[in-house]
């Protein structure tokens, strides 16, 4: 299938690690131009230089999104060097378990580090998106459906990423802009790989997550995310906004029987 996302130009947040390089390897791979922001360098320049060598544009942007100028300058950035934007991807975010108790300083800094960026990305970003009229694809949580408990800074980003998903598919749809978020629960990536091996038996904790998810017992892939990602981008989903699409394999909304430590109950009496 023809994506048509060939030399289009992508800006992605948080696109070293994780969900974020699985996206924008496959957007590369699909021949759009990537600009990619992190804090921190080594991986963003290493994916830059990975992908010179093939003559193919992964340009690194290094700033801590929770401050506002380095939104502002990844997209001028971006707009330098390509003239244009066809796609935002706000994905850089973390679970950083700001309690209840913590307080309204820490809760407003988990704020500023998951959900004040997304905005001013698209803030940024606005006028080109407009010319191009481009699409937004946002990465969110289960938790803002689901709740984990622990982590309310957290949970209140990804809630209002949820509603900014209808506001902003309101606001921009006369300009033609599509805004979506995809919805991960739980994705294996390095950082889950390092939670896991915390654990005493990181085997055995790993089991216990995957029991949870109803399709196939197994985490959702990173690769997953990013196809879904893509897909939204793409002009084959040119009719589709506002959507908050859940790639979990089930976890957030199918019946409890699905997954194995309850299928052996026969709930059908
Ligand atoms: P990850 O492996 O930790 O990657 C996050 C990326 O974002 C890194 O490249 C990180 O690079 C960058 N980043 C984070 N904060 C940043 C900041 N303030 N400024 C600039 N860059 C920043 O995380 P992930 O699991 O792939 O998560 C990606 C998204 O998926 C997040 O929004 C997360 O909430 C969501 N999600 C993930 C899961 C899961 O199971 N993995 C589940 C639900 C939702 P630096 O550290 O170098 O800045």
């Known amino acids: 299938m023809d994506l048509d996302l060939t030399d289009k130009v992508v800006l992605v947040t948080g696109g070293s690690k994780g969900i974020g390089a699985a996206i924008v390897r496959e957007f590369i791979a699909e021949g759009a131009n990537v600009v990619n922001?992190?804090?921190?360098?080594?991986?963003?320049?290493?994916?830059?230089?990975?992908?010179?060598?093939?003559?193919?544009?992964?340009l690194f942007v290094q700033g801590d999104l929770s401050q506002t100028d380095a939104c502002q300058r990844a997209v001028k950035f971006a707009l330098k060097q390509f003239g244009r934007i066809d796609v935002l991807v706000n994905n850089a975010g973390v679970n950083d378990g700001v309690t209840l108790e913590d307080g309204p300083v820490a809760f407003n800094e988990s704020l500023q580090r998951n959900l004040v960026h997304y905005y001013s990305m698209l803030h940024f970003a606005l006028d080109a998106l407009k010319t191009s009229q481009g699409a937004v694809i946002n990465i969110g949580s289960k938790v803002a459906t689901t709740g984990q408990g622990g982590t309310s800074g957290y949970a209140a980003a990804k809630g209002g990423i949820n509603g900014l998903?209808?506001?902003?598919a309101v606001d921009l749809a006369p300009y033609s802009i599509?805004?979506?978020?995809v919805l991960p629960a739980e994705?294996?990536?390095?950082?889950?790989?390092?939670?896991?091996?915390?654990?005493?038996?990181?085997?055995?904790?790993?089991?216990?997550?995957e029991q949870l998810?109803?399709?196939?017992?197994?985490?959702?892939?990173a690769q997953e995310i990013a196809n879904t990602v893509v897909f939204l981008a793409s002009s084959r989903s040119s009719?589709?906004?506002?959507?908050?699409?859940?790639v979990d394999g089930g976890y957030t909304h199918l019946d409890r029987k699905c997954t194995s430590s309850s299928s052996s109950i026969d709930l059908t009496r």
């Open 37 to 58: 922001v992190n804090r921190s360098t080594e991986q963003g320049e290493a994916l830059q230089a990975e992908y010179a060598k093939q003559g193919k544009q992964c």
């Open 165 to 168: 998903t209808r506001e902003w």
């Open 178 to 181: 599509r805004v979506n978020t």
């Open 187 to 209: 994705t294996w990536t390095p950082l889950y790989a390092e939670l896991m091996d915390q654990a005493e038996d990181s085997t055995a904790a790993k089991q216990s997550v």
């Open 213 to 221: 998810i109803p399709l196939q017992q197994r985490f959702t892939t």
């Open 239 to 246: 009719h589709t906004t506002g959507q908050i699409i859940y």
